[in-house]
């Protein structure tokens, strides 16, 4: 129950991972994590010198570096078309086979207020956090989930068979702080559209399970990790734009480095885990918005969800007395130019 004795649920080695923003933050650290657990690897970003950089760091990083292979795809994932070639080329480099794993880290913070945010930058935060996502989730499932014929399909769910497609959201998709308006619903809308796919791929994964039916050729699992804060440059630059009560509601995040956030995600992967996140105010976050997404252990998010409840019945009216006070003492925010 607890995960003591259990089988890897996310078995890489020998496997091609596709990873969108892999050239920086996060998405560098799972690409050099999973190059170090013997995983071919594809990272896909816009600049090709960060790209470059990071495929020499996944070849000095390998297990097995005489036969692990890397590469790059210089692209920009708002273009749905974009997301298609993606996969295209990841899949012709691979031997003509679609990756086996697919995880999408690409996107950016652009914190302020809501209403003091240009509508074309919150626009550009849902392309880049959520669309960039679901382009390259739906090229994905298209391709994973063409059917074989009746008949030649490979009963197979042992846990090196299966498929994995993991997006990136954030704990701000469980619990809203003033200051993100642009960014959280972005994020949001990633979790939607998580839980959507896990109940939905089931659908396709029974049906692999009658031999007279067309169907995939492998089980798909669906995975959605949620950090905080993560040390990167794109860090230092959301702290200059984001507003001083943002900095203040959030004293609780403590910032983790890329390689601590993918450590912890990559384990949890290991377990099983369909919700992941990284510390413990955000399992803490989790637990107050579980809904009806699955639970990785029943009784442990069960638990966390009533401690929870109990936490933030002091830590939501808290921050929203400190929103009303800041504006008591300073007025209005300053206008954005």
């Known amino acids: 129950m607890f995960g003591f004795g259990s089988r890897n649920q996310f078995v890489v080695e020998d496997k091609t991972v596709l990873i969108s923003g892999g050239s920086d933050g996060m998405g560098k650290a799972v690409a050099i994590q999973l190059a170090e657990k013997g995983a071919n690897v594809v990272i896909v970003a816009r600049t090709v010198k960060k790209l470059e950089d990071t495929v020499e760091m996944m070849k000095a990083a390998a297990l097995n570096p005489d036969k692990q292979r890397f590469h790059y795809i210089s692209t920009d ?125 089931e659908m396709y994964n029974g049906a692999r399970r009658n031999q007279k039916n067309p169907a995939p050729p492998a089980d798909i699992k669906i995975h959605t990790v949620f950090p905080m804060g993560i040390l990167t440059p794109g860090f230092e630059n959301e702290e200059k734009l984001k507003p001083e009560l943002t900095k203040l509601l959030e004293e609780a995040d403590k910032p983790q480095t890329p390689e601590e956030v993918a450590r912890i995600s990559i384990k949890a992967l290991e377990r099983g885990d369909y919700l992941i996140t990284t510390m413990f105010v955000g399992h803490l976050m989790k637990g107050t918005a579980l809904g009806p997404s699955p639970r990785n252990n029943v009784i442990i998010d069960t638990l966390t969800n009533w401690l929870s409840s109990l936490v933030f019945l002091f830590v939501i009216p808290d921050l929203t007395k400190k929103a009303w006070n800041w504006g008591k003492t300073r007025g209005l925010p300053k206008a954005s130019p």
């Open 77 to 201: 994932l708002t273009d749905p078309a974009a997301a298609e070639r993606m996969v295209d080329e990841a899949t012709e480099w691979n031997n003509g086979n679609p990756p086996d794993v697919v995880w999408c880290c690409a996107g950016y913070c652009n914190p302020g207020f809501f209403t003091d945010t240009p509508i074309c930058t919150l626009r550009d935060q849902m392309d880049t956090v959520y669309w960039t996502a679901a382009y390259t989730a739906h090229a994905t499932l298209r391709k994973w989930l063409a059917p074989i014929a009746p008949g030649q399909n490979s009963i197979n769910d042992a846990p090196s068979s299966r498929r994995h497609l993991i997006f990136t959201a954030s704990t701000l998709a469980f619990f809203a702080v003033a200051g993100y308006g642009p960014y959280s619903p972005a994020k949001a809308a990633v979790r939607s559209l998580s839980d959507t796919l896990c109940q939905e791929i």
